[in-house]
């Protein structure tokens, strides 16, 4: 069911959208070569024409084990490929990395590297469950004791997430930092948190 969309972020990378509830799930629609990627999509009105004008679409890629979402009935209203927690993806602009394998969470993330983004699932975010209600960027609160090393240091010009608005800019590089940076000193902040921002 189509939902209602609270930001829409148009970048020289494509599209990404937010929808409007307290988890603001997010979406991307990521263009080269005349091709477009959907990333997590969530479903709204007039996804397709929005796609199709931005390319012809190459296929559905879900980043996180379970992001559902609405990626197996946009793929298939498409007619495109649902690649599920992919390791690699050939044919394609994108180096696959490997977050968390682990049997209660598979998440993999992209790197753009002729576009310096970087697109994750779950790992971080920028919606008040994520950031303990202070705004910006924070660590997931499940990963906040641990943070998975392997995107620490990279220095993105976009960061694109499966929670929360997209960054560009400085602000992607030192968002993803402060999140690392930050992840265990704000984690009672994040779980005093927490309650609220799933009512919000």
């Not at 997010?26 to 477009?36: I, K, M, N, T, Y």
């Not at 394998?101 to 998440?107: A, G, I």
């Not at 970087?118 to 790992?123: D, P, R, S």
Request: proline share 8%; aromatic share 8%; glycine share 8%.
């Amino acid at each position: 069911m189509p939902r209602k969309i609270k930001t829409l972020d148009e970048s020289a990378l494509g599209f990404s959208w937010t929808i409007d509830e307290a988890y603001e799930r997010g979406s991307h629609a990521l263009a080269d070569g005349g091709r477009v990627w959907i990333v997590d999509p969530v479903d709204f009105d007039g996804l397709d024409e929005k796609l199709r004008a931005l390319g012809e679409p190459a296929a559905v890629l879900q980043l996180l084990d379970r992001h559902d979402r609405d990626c197996a009935e946009v793929a298939e209203r498409l007619g495109v490929p649902h690649h599920n927690i992919p390791d690699e993806l050939p044919d394609s602009p994108f180096e696959v990395i490997k977050v968390i394998q682990l049997p209660v969470w598979k998440e993999r993330a992209l790197w753009w590297a002729d576009r310096q983004a970087l697109i994750v699932a779950e790992v971080v975010g920028t919606n008040s469950l994520y950031t303990a209600g202070q705004g910006g960027i924070g660590m997931h609160i499940f990963l906040r004791p641990r943070p998975p090393k392997v995107l620490r240091g990279r220095s993105p010009q976009h960061l694109l997430m499966g929670h929360g608005d997209p960054l560009h800019g400085p602000e992607a590089t030192d968002g993803l930092e402060y999140a690392y940076a930050h992840a265990r000193k704000d984690l009672i902040k994040a779980w005093r948190n927490a309650p609220a921002s799933v009512r919000d």
